[in-house]
């Protein structure tokens, strides 16, 4: 008995776990008219237990109309049910990916920034070397003054260049520094959905994220409502053999008969005749019968002339 309480009641657990996911899925989904998809939802959801518990119950004396019409009800609701679920966690790896793909396009405009600033140095730095060679080729001509004049003509131009470098290489250090801190929560979020890649890589060669997490939804609907549906029956089954083991076990109380008090009048040798006439009627009687009189006095005369009485006993 207490493992069919037991069975109903994790049917009734998992039922109303389904029933809140589900109807916070279809909020989702028919978000302009919330709170009337939350009290369908749950009216559904009552009615979708109550119909599977009562076509168990009344199957083989159900008309077939009426059965066809509450077993396709029961499916069709598990499967709103069903679609519900897979709407509020779609609807949750959409809210945790949602951020991470929010990082990703902070990180790809930090990467594009990086490349910007690295080009612009490359450049800068390629013009000082441009003026590195001017002044070496006065150098291998042996025109080391005027070599020093044109350093001296270029240093306004180097200071330029030289701290456009500067600029841009503390630049990328600060993209680097803030890329980094990004790159973090990605690491952060790649720990969350380590099982979900382990489970892509396992199912799907090229190891999509999405489709992956598709299928682990999908399979998780497939036995969820179902499982409550079927754990319902099997409490009522457990319930109803239960109480019909106990029917058959108490036994049935036999009435007790009080013990007739003494009467005075109640005559045993008659009550005897009048079963052994009677013993083949198997008939009982609480008539009370009474002493009936056995002798009767007479008065005699012999041949002497004396009188006298005698009692004769009746026959």
Do not use: C
């Not at 396009?105 to 612009?120: A, F, G």
Request: charged content about 25%; overall charge negative.
């Amino acid at each position: 008995m207490i493992f069919g309480y037991l069975t109903l009641f994790v049917a009734l657990a998992i039922s109303a776990v389904a029933a809140w996911y589900s109807i916070i899925g279809l909020m989702a989904i028919f978000s302009a008219s919330a709170v009337a998809i939350a009290i369908m939802g749950g009216v559904l959801e009552v009615g979708k237990v109550l119909t599977a518990s009562w076509l168990y119950q009344n199957w083989s004396r159900t008309p077939f109309l009426l059965k066809s019409y509450l077993t396709t009800a029961v499916f069709v609701l598990m499967f709103i049910t069903s679609m519900g679920i897979f709407g509020f966690l779609s609807k949750a790896h959409i809210e945790q990916t949602g951020d991470l793909n929010v990082v990703d396009n902070q990180i790809e405009l930090i990467d594009i920034q990086i490349e910007r600033q690295q080009k612009d140095i490359a450049r800068n730095q390629g013009a000082l070397d441009m003026l590195d060679n001017a002044l070496a080729r006065y150098t291998e001509l042996g025109a080391v003054t005027k070599g020093l004049q044109a350093r001296e003509d270029q240093k306004e131009e180097r200071d330029s260049l030289n701290l456009a470098i500067s600029t841009s290489g503390e630049e990328v250090a600060r993209l680097q520094e803030e890329r980094a801190k990004l790159q973090l929560e990605v690491k952060a979020f790649e720990v969350e959905v380590g099982p979900i890649r382990y489970v892509a890589d396992l199912l799907f060669t090229d190891a999509d994220l999405e489709r992956a997490v598709r299928w682990v939804i999908i399979i998780i609907i497939f036995v969820f409502d179902p499982l409550a549906i079927l754990l319902v029956i099997a409490a009522n089954m457990t319930l109803r053999d239960e109480f019909a083991k106990r029917k058959i076990e108490e036994p049935i109380p036999q009435p007790i008969t009080p013990k007739p008090k003494p009467n005075p009048n109640y005559d045993v040798e008659a009550e005897e005749w009048f079963s052994a006439t009677n013993a083949e009627d198997d008939f009982e009687s609480d008539v009370q019968i009474k002493r009936p009189t056995k002798w009767t006095v007479q008065t005699y005369k012999d041949a002497n002339g004396n009188t006298g009485s005698v009692k004769i006993k009746n026959t």
